[in-house]
């Protein structure tokens, strides 16, 4: 098991797939399909599949879960309300907006307890009434080798939690103000930021103090990274928002094919030094706002012996 990338992973397949309005006002990567709801859902469903068949032909373990809800339009972005840590442990977040909140369930959390070494969860949801939120590997780009937590300041870190988080899991938090060209601010980190085993990509136009700005890349070349720079509108094509994982042949980079696309030759070079690139067809995914990233929730435990084979 690598220390960064997981060889397994949870999914969860949409019902009810639809850009969130209530989450518009502050992700500017939304988009509105045009195409009636019913298909949106349909294509979303598809894209998923095939991606997961991607995935698992790669040799990456995908747990997939079935969504029944009929007002959960982000539940395809597990990876915001819980996540896993080396040593047995979740954490399961605090959600901004509230139909997000309706996302987490039990199911997933014990289907974990009983195919990989679960030693405590740590529940955060409960602090959603004070105000308080933190979305998970979507807030945070979380380095499990430097033990960094790289975090863009917006409505779905709140930095209180956020100290609670880094001193509980031990992080350092690197917290940066990030936004585009227009003074938007960055919604979710992992827009902006990849970090893999052994090189990372970051939109570093995007954080505006230069000083910070050096920070970042220097943190993360302490870990001997190829920090490769991403411009804004590599970030608008998700290229930023990409996860490592193990397959059969050693790591992969799962990423967007739109992404992939926005890629310059010599990033891609610099890239398949360390890792296969494996992109993922998500065109009416994308349109909530989020990519292969945010579909993606690693497992950061270790299987129990029992385990073979996935969950479906």
């Not at 949106?40 to 068949?53: H, K, L, M, P």
């Not at 601010?185 to 505006?208: R, S």
Request: charged fraction near 20%; charge should be negative.
């Amino acid at each position: 098991m690598s220390v960064q990338a997981p060889s397994s992973v949870v999914m969860v397949r949409p019902n009810r797939f639809t850009p969130n309005p209530e989450t518009a006002a502050d992700n500017s990567f939304q988009s509105i399909p045009n195409m009636e709801a019913a298909e949106v859902a349909q294509r979303a469903q598809n894209e998923f599949d095939t991606s997961v068949e991607k995935l698992r032909g790669a040799g990456v373990a995908v747990h997939v879960f079935q969504d029944a809800a009929q007002d959960t339009p982000d539940s395809i972005f597990p990876n915001n309300w819980f996540s896993t840590h080396h040593g047995g442990h979740v954490a399961i977040y605090p959600m901004y907006a509230e139909s997000r909140r309706r996302e987490r369930r039990m199911d997933v959390i014990e289907m974990l307890k009983r195919n990989y070494r679960v030693a405590e969860v740590t529940d955060y949801s409960g602090l959603e009434p004070d105000g308080l939120s933190l979305e998970g590997t979507g807030a945070m780009v979380l380095d499990h080798i430097g033990r960094l937590a790289f975090v863009a300041r917006s409505h779905r870190a709140d930095p209180i939690l956020l100290e609670r988080f880094c001193t509980r899991f031990a992080y350092e938090p690197i917290v940066f103000d990030a936004a585009n060209s227009l003074g938007a601010p960055v919604y979710h980190t992992n827009v902006l930021m990849f970090i893999g085993t052994h090189c990372a990509m970051v939109g570093l136009d995007m954080v505006k103090d230069a000083e910070r700005r050096d920070t970042i890349v220097e943190r993360l070349q302490e870990s001997g990274r190829d920090v490769i720079a991403l411009s804004e509108a590599q970030i608008g094509e998700f290229a930023g928002n990409a996860i490592e994982l193990v397959g059969q042949d050693g790591l992969v980079l799962a990423l967007s094919s739109r992404a992939h696309a926005a890629l310059t030759v010599d990033q891609k070079e610099r890239l398949e030094h360390s890792l296969t690139l494996l992109p993922l067809d998500l065109p009416t995914i994308e349109s909530a706002g989020g990519s292969a990233r945010c579909m993606i929730a690693g497992i950061h435990l270790a299987a129990r012996p029992a385990l073979s084979g996935v969950t479906t």
